[in-house]
């Protein structure tokens, strides 16, 4: 009886300890993947929301590039979540989404690069450009897409000279394409006013893969020479002049 009841504290010891080391490499898997948002891009985002004049060393400005990058700043605000950024586990944000500040309707959106305009006869607030050579990979076709360009009833904010069903119209870096709003598909529960942005993958078909699936993304990064991969950026705020910060992460990582 004594021998077999510390045979079984003993199990539930080795349990335990299983359970935890087990815990502890799936906790370090999860984070390590990126499959979390840290908490300061919560703070941050609040702070901003509350005092947008205060903090305007935080906000990029439409139209302008950092350095040498190819592609223009896609509309003015503070760079809430960047790209690999999760929401939920098993799923990670494709793109980056920028927070104006502003009532929706008011803050520009303008064309990152030059390229071919779309838009989806059913599209109330989005629009996706076909540019034919990557600037950072010649030869290879990607996409941009923009979107929440319309309020939280579907009334668009998109700019009148795209409407639904718009196709191959060539439109320069810097054209105004609309204003971010809060359009989620749901009235009742629209998202906080802000534009999504991402570069999406082609399908080798002449069109663009699922934009909803980050793996048929890129890393925007290197394109607007900011830190916006949320595996190597956990905290740094993504404005020019900071890219030197992931750099170093990713060669001690
Ligand atoms: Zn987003």
Not at 210 to 225: G, R, V
Request: aromatic share 12%; glycine share 10%; with cysteine.
């Amino acid at each position: 009886m004594k021998s077999s009841g510390c045979g079984l504290r003993l199990f539930i010891s080795a349990f335990c300890i299983l359970l935890f080391v087990a815990g502890y490499f799936l906790y370090r898997s999860i984070s390590q993947r990126g499959l979390s948002v840290p908490v300061t891009r919560f703070t941050r985002l609040r702070e901003w929301f509350d005092d947008p004049a205060g903090h305007t060393d935080w906000a990029i400005r439409a139209g302008e590039r950092c350095q040498e990058a190819a592609f223009v700043y896609p509309t003015n605000g503070y760079i809430g979540f960047i790209w690999g950024d999760s929401f939920r586990p098993g799923h990670r944000h494709q793109g980056l989404d920028i927070f104006g500040g502003e009532e929706a309707g008011l803050t520009p959106v303008v064309a990152a690069y030059s390229g071919y305009l779309h838009r989806l006869p059913e599209w109330k607030s989005s629009v996706i450009m076909r540019i034919p050579d990557d600037p950072l990979q010649p030869g290879r076709q990607i996409w941009l897409y923009y979107t929440h360009m319309a309020n939280a009833n579907g009334t668009s904010y998109i700019s009148p000279e795209f409407p639904p069903g718009t196709e191959e119209v060539f439109v320069e870096a810097g054209t105004l394409l609309g204003y971010q709003g809060n359009y989620s598909g749901d009235p009742d529960n629209p998202t906080g006013v802000h534009l999504h942005f991402s570069i999406v993958r082609d399908d080798g078909q002449g069109s663009f893969r699922n934009e909803l699936d980050i793996d048929n993304t890129l890393d925007p990064s290197p394109y607007f020479q900011l830190p916006l991969n949320s595996q190597t950026n956990r905290d740094v705020i993504p404005v020019c002049g900071n890219m030197q910060v992931q750099g170093l992460d990713e060669q001690d990582s």
